[in-house]
């Protein structure tokens, strides 16, 4: 096990060698520790790393997080939480949004329950789940992997069984690219999902559907990475941005 360890240049050997002394008896005692709490040594090197990188407090934040995700799946006999790498150009792998910082954000604004809500990029579907839970009655899940739409499908089958879910819930197997929006989709949600190649094409078919069907449309973007491509489009007159636990969302309408 690799315990991370800042670099401290030193020219005195005494001090060298203490140093890779103290580095390896943390190490050793590290996955000691880790095999005899049965602790998995990924889990325990993520904890290393993450601890050297951002310190301990935000470490047991995103811990916590993640327990809380795997709490969501616990009680709706879902699969959501675990990442799937996604070998595409122009396509991000997929990572869920975390449930509470989701619903705490969609608690806060007043979108209208009546339109349609849209994932675009929908992977295992958290999103569309947390949208029905949250009072939409229609939802769709737009995402390009066979693999991810299958499992979203059972996942929307066991919330069902759970929940008696009064939403209706489609997932549509399709490139966002080449998706054509619906004229009674009014709220749509991206959560890093693709590149800024990906995002201009979606951007030119939002434009075209609310040219054809005027109306008021939201955008939540989760993890906005190329939230200057939405800025530049002009499609939309407000924008609001949100840090919610360790997301940053922001939500646009026009
Ligand atoms: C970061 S995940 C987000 C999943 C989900 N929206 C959530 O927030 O939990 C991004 C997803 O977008 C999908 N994706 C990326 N590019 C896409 C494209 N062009 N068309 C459809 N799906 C795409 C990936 O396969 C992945 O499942």
Known sequence: MKVPFPALKSHYPLLRSLRTGFRDLLQRGAARCAKAI???????????ESAARRGLVETVKA????????????????????SVEIHRQHAESYRATEAASLM????????????????????????????????????????FSGELCEIARENVKAFSRRTQLAARIDIVRSDVANYLIESEQSVFFMYNPFDEVVMARVLTNLRSSITRFPR???????????????????????????????????????
């Open 104 to 143: 705490s954000l969609m608690r806060k604004l007043n979108l209208p329950k009546g339109g349609v809500f849209v994932d675009l990029g929908s992977g295992k579907g958290r999103v569309l789940l947390i949208a029905a839970q949250l009072g939409f009655k229609r939802i769709v899940g737009v995402e």
């Open 38 to 48: 049965g602790v998995n040594p990924v889990m325990t090197n993520w904890a290393l």
């Open 63 to 82: 811990a916590l997080r993640v327990v809380g995700d795997i709490g969501f799946d616990l009680r709706y006999g879902t699969d959501t939480t675990r």
């Open 216 to 254: 008021r449309i939201w955008l939540i973007y989760g993890k906005p990475v190329h939230d200057e491509a939405v800025s530049k489009s002009d499609l939309f007159s407000a924008c609001e941005e949100f840090q919610i636990r360790g997301t940053r969302f922001k939500v646009y309408s026009n």
